[in-house]
């Protein structure tokens, strides 16, 4: 099993930044994907960004609507990943969610408790 804990959401200003932070613990080994969905009340969770491809080096992509303004990054190994979120808009708001999917069809994927982002106009 593995488990997926975040943190760094929270309330901040249009045009601010926050990053969050997402580890991995348990049976690690095999995650390959990392990455950022999000939900707004009403919607559909959706990918905001991910790092595919880890164990072997890791590919960042985006959905359209944060190119520019995030950034995907982390650590294969340890199975960290970080999102850094630059110029927010109040569309932004939503609870983030890290999710962890492994190599093995079988595991997985799994999901943190998400963690709320609120972007004030």
């Known amino acids: 099993q593995v488990q997926l804990v975040e943190s760094g959401g929270g309330l901040v200003q249009a045009g601010g930044s926050l990053k969050l932070a997402c580890a991995a613990s348990?049976?690690?080994?095999?995650?390959?994907?990392m990455g950022w969905y999000r939900q707004t009340s009403g919607k559909q969770r959706e990918l905001v960004a991910q790092?595919?491809?880890?164990?072997?080096?890791?590919?960042?992509n985006y959905a359209d609507s944060v190119k520019g303004r995030f950034t995907i990054s982390g650590d294969s190994a340890k199975k960290l990943v970080y999102l850094e979120m630059n110029s927010l808009k109040p569309e932004d708001t939503a609870v983030y969610f890290c999710?962890?999917?492994?190599?093995?069809?079988?595991?997985?994927?799994?999901w943190g408790q998400g963690t709320q982002v609120t972007v004030s106009s």
């Open positions: 790092i595919t491809g880890l164990l072997s080096g890791g590919t960042p």
């Open positions: 999710n962890a999917v492994s190599l093995w069809p079988d595991d997985g994927p799994w």
């Open positions: 348990g049976n690690i080994f095999s995650i390959n994907v």
